[in-house]
């Protein structure tokens, strides 16, 4: 089993810049593959990208793609959503969530939730 906890959101102007992390506790870290969700206002929980294991591998939902980077330090239990030109479509609770099935580009049915953080994006 494996516990998240996300950090790093809050308020940013768009045009801007935030990093969340998420960090997770146990030893076998590195056995788990990750994603990253969001959900806005109203709004079901999407996609937004994923990494695999070892980090070698990574995907993006289109909405995000080129402005979004996922990236993870195993050795320190942590995954990374780097996040630029922010707009404010990207308005949402941003979660981690880890999986222990083979990784796929769109990861489905993840088995363990962070309780999510919350990034605003002013026009």
Request: hydrophobic share 35%.
């Given at each position: 089993q494996v516990q998240l906890v996300e950090s790093g959101g809050g308020l940013v102007q768009a045009g801007g810049s935030l990093?969340?992390?998420c960090a997770a506790s146990g030893r076998?870290?590195?056995n788990y593959v990750l994603g990253w969700f969001r959900q806005a206002p109203g709004k079901e929980r999407e996609f937004?990208?994923?990494?695999?294991?070892?980090g070698g591998r990574t995907s993006y939902a289109d909405s995000v793609k080129g402005r979004f980077t996922i990236s993870r330090d195993n050795?320190?239990?942590t995954v990374y959503l780097q996040m630029n030109i922010l707009k404010p479509d990207d308005t949402a609770v941003y979660y981690c969530a880890a999986s222990l099935r083979p990784y796929s580009d769109y990861p489905i049915g993840m088995d363990y939730w962070g309780q999510g953080t919350l990034v605003?994006?002013?026009s």
């Open positions: 990093r969340l992390s076998t870290f590195s937004v990208g994923t990494i695999s294991r070892a050795a320190k239990n605003t994006v002013s």
